[in-house]
């Protein structure tokens, strides 16, 4: 059993930076992908960053790009969103979700595991 813990999320002003953890445990190994996804209220899930496991590759939403980053620590088994800039329309909760397969990293329906999701809420 795979388990998906996120961390880090806030209230904080526009313009400054947040982390956010994605804590997993379970099953491990060097296929597939971790990536974050959001959603905000009234709107469907969308896709923002993901890294692979084989390569650390990444992949980012044209909205984030430049702004946020995804990186791993394979020592603590984490995988970190550092958000810099973030802007009101960045609130939402964000979910880390992870896969041991393939397909595209931004289609939230080839993920297997999901956390819980932690809340992220930016004020003018």
Partial sequence: QVQ??????GLVQAGSSLRLSCATSGRTGSTGFVG???????????????????NDDTDYAKSVKG??????DNAKNTVYLQMNSVQPEDTAVYYCAGSFGGGYVRDPRVYQYWGQGTQVTVST
Wanted: charged share 30%; net charge positive.
């Fill in 4 to 9: 998906l813990v996120e961390s880090g999320g």
């Fill in 36 to 54: 974050w996804f959001r959603q905000a209220p009234g709107k469907e899930r969308e896709f923002v960053a993901a890294i692979l496991r084989i």
């Fill in 67 to 72: 702004r946020f980053t995804i990186s791993r």
